[in-house]
């Protein structure tokens, strides 16, 4: 199972980018899909969860911003951020389980800054 994340750049406040995660292998049996980030001098946090392809959790500092989606054809997830702040920049990873393995994406910066 490989993941290719895309879609990092740079944008300005208040701006918006969308995620791409693209898994390569066995779609239909993964458990949970979802997104973490890496802030400069941070710890890794989890910030977004879709459990079962149903159920989505969300972290309160990205909560009513930003949003997962899924195209099933494409094997591909989304992610879909509104209103960026400039604490949103980060790397962010994409992840998937399947039972018990983790799967991670290799990371696509974000960067919000006038």
């Known amino acids: 199972v490989q993941l290719q994340a895309s879609g990092g750049g740079l944008v300005q406040p208040g701006g918006s980018l969308r995620l791409s995660c693209r898994v390569s292998?066995?779609?239909?049996?993964?458990?949970?899909l979802g997104w973490w980030r890496q802030a400069p001098g941070t710890q890794r946090e989890l910030i977004a969860a879709?459990?079962?392809?149903?159920?989505?959790g969300y972290a309160d500092s990205v909560k009513g911003r930003f949003a997962i989606s899924i195209d099933r054809a494409a094997n591909t997830m989304y992610f879909q951020m509104n209103s960026l702040k400039p604490e949103d920049t980060a790397i962010y990873y994409c992840?998937?389980?399947?039972?018990?393995?983790?799967?991670w994406g290799q990371g696509t910066q974000v960067t919000v800054s006038s």
């Open positions: 292998g066995p779609f239909d049996t993964i458990t949970v």
């Open positions: 879709l459990t079962e392809f149903t159920n989505t």
């Open positions: 992840y998937a389980d399947i039972g018990h393995q983790r799967y």
